[in-house]
């Protein structure tokens, strides 16, 4: 198998125990210096929720200062000056400065902590595909913006995620692998639900959902390892749900089409909820997710049947190991494959493409 082949497995999906933290945290503390934090996109709907969330304490507590880096296009500079505004009416008491920019050198300059949200979102109608195109570019110009302004942790959450993740650590192959990680958060919290509720209990009472594969409807949401709290112990979901029919049918299908559902009623993608994951996401890599197991898109290790050997790892999350993969599981895990492979060539014909018309220019 090429490099190349084997690199496309890498940003499959993964599952993964967060267990300490990451030494930027530390670090930013002991110097007591303000933790650096880009926010691409900021100006969008995702921006609006997850600025909140930052600059309130939700990700990195209430005694640290966050300094807020706020990146979006130029024709909404006006719009993120109104960002801005209401950043500075909030009178967040660990918010020490806000900076908004159009510029990738400002945006990521000393970064300690990159949520790269900003692209074109799906609209009604369309398929992730046609995203491709006009996102890809965006994420290879961030990836190298990254080597050389920003410190680094990054977490992709504009689709296509899983790809725009790989693309963005391909222009950055400076910064360790273990430094990307693509949003599947959404998708776990949105099984989970499922779950809590046609179990009638609370969302806390369901966890270890894994989601397998790309942040799309071919993702595979799979319950084989999680546990909901029954009568005031955890059992397998499986028992607890005593409905197989409905786990491998209305459960996958409609956690794989969320998306496209929440589009349909209020004609605008997840945002609320995309921030509220992000925040899940970004919380757990920087301070662990204890005894929990949680979802993100993250490089191969080589397990599961995924090739090994091209990634250095001693990173701050871990993949969980000897979770028994079952043929049903399986089937799923190849379709999502394969379309992430699909993906990603047709991402890095487009980049190279770019990289072509750049250098006859
Ligand atoms: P939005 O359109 O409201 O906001 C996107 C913002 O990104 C806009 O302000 C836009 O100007 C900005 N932007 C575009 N190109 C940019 C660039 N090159 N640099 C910086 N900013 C740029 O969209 P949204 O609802 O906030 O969604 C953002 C992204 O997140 C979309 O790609 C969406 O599909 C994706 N999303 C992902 C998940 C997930 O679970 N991974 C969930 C929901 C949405």
Partial sequence: MSDVTLYIYKYLFRLVLLHRQLGIFTVSDRMGEPLRVVVTGAAGQIGYSLLYAIASGGIFGDKKRVTLLLLDIPPMMEVLNGVVMELSDCSFPNLAEVIATDKLDVAFKDVDVA????????????????????????????????????????????????????????????????????????DQNRAQNQIAARLGIPNSDVQDCIIWGNHSNTQFPDVCHAKAKVD???????????????????????????????????????????????????????????????????????????????????????????????????????????????????????????QQIACQK
């Fill in 232 to 354: 005031g112990k955890f059992v397998p979901v499986q028992d607890a749900v005593k409905d197989d029919n409905w786990i491998k049918n209305e459960f996958i299908s409609t956690v794989q089409k969320r998306g496209a559902a929440v589009i349909k009623a209020r004609k605008l993608s997840s945002a609320m909820s995309a921030a509220k994951a992000t925040v899940d996401h970004v919380r757990d890599w920087l301070l662990g997710s204890g005894d929990r197991i949680v979802s993100m898109a993250v490089a191969s290790d080589g397990s599961y049947g995924i090739p090994a050997g091209l990634i250095q790892r001693n990173g701050n999350w871990k993949i969980v190991q000897g979770l028994e993969i079952n043929d049903f599981a399986r089937e799923k895990m190849d379709i999502t494959m394969k379309e992430l492979l699909q993906e990603r060539d047709d991402a890095l014909k487009i980049c190279e493409q770019d």
């Fill in 115 to 186: 949520m790269l949200v900003g692209a074109m979102p799906r609209k009604e109608g369309m398929e992730r595909k046609d995203l491709l195109a006009a996102n890809v570019k965006i994420f290879k110009a961030q990836g190298a913006a990254l080597v050389q302004y920003a410190k680094k942790t990054v977490v992709v959450v504009g689709n296509p995620a899983n790809t725009n993740a790989f693309i963005c650590s391909h222009y950055a192959p400076s910064i360790p692998k273990e430094n990307f990680s693509a949003l599947t958060r959404l």
